[in-house]
């Protein structure tokens, strides 16, 4: 049997054929129901195994999401914007999201609740810091290479791009950036997340002109969520802070 399940490549069913066997002689099923059976265990561990591919090619740094996150913290966001973004009308109309903020105020966090909702839609993510990107963009010479390494951004349903802002990019790095958001453009919508307003992006990639090129593809369909409250990290800290103090003065 095994031989003609790896003619088929149906992998999925190797394993569970005796438990199969055993569910058939158990119910009595007719021969219609365990084949219908057989053929849905492999439909269903053919999709498992992509959805485990895929999250595995999204590279998310960590694990979040929209259920853990405490909105009543961060009381600038419209939390019920968020969970009608997190059912993913983006992606088909390739509107972009961008999170504004200074540190520590959840842009990651939402980022990448976002793509784990992406994901369990079966659709394809990538996580990646602009630093990262823009390094990996010109890292290679030769034109071909260099559009092989641009596909791999431009492939995944929805690019997910961490942390513009925190450092500046040389001229080439700019351009290869700007060639990422001119191909994107109306075709795969981009969750990004920054520390600097718009108004400061110019400075950003050296170059006012192509700063104003990017930002007029970039937030042409765009959902701009401006965080505008605390660190939840510095809360963290005053908590343990406080909670130190309070033992010390029990003791
Ligand atoms: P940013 O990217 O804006 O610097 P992060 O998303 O990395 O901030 O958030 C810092 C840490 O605090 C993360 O561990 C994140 O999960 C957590 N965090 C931030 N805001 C909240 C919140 N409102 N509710 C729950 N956890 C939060
Ligand atoms: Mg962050």
Known sequence: MNDLLKALSLRHLEKRLPEL???????????????????????????????????????LPTRKTLEEFDFTFQPSIDERLLWELAELSFIKTNRNVVFLGPPGVGKTHLSIAL??????????VLFTTLSTLAEDLTSVLHPSLRRQRLRRYLSPRVLLIDEIGYSKLTTE?????????????????????????????GSLLGDEVLATALLDRLLH???????????????????KGEKGKATEAKS
């Open 173 to 201: 790095q700019s351009q290869s950036f700007f060639e990422l958001v001119r191909d994107r453009y109306e075709k795969g919508p981009m969750i990004l997340t920054s520390n600097t307003s718009f108004s400061e992006w």
């Open 21 to 59: 066997y055993e569910q058939a002689r158990m119910h009595s099923l007719t021969y219609e129901a365990f084949l219908r059976r057989v053929l849905t265990m492999e439909v269903e561990g053919r999709k498992l195994a992509a959805q485990q591919k895929r999250l595995k090619a999204a590279k």
């Open 115 to 124: 793509a784990v909702k992406v994901l369990q839609a079966d659709y394809s």
């Open 221 to 239: 369909h765009v959902e701009v969520i401006t965080i505008s409250g605390k660190s939840f990290r510095m809360k963290d800290r005053v908590a």
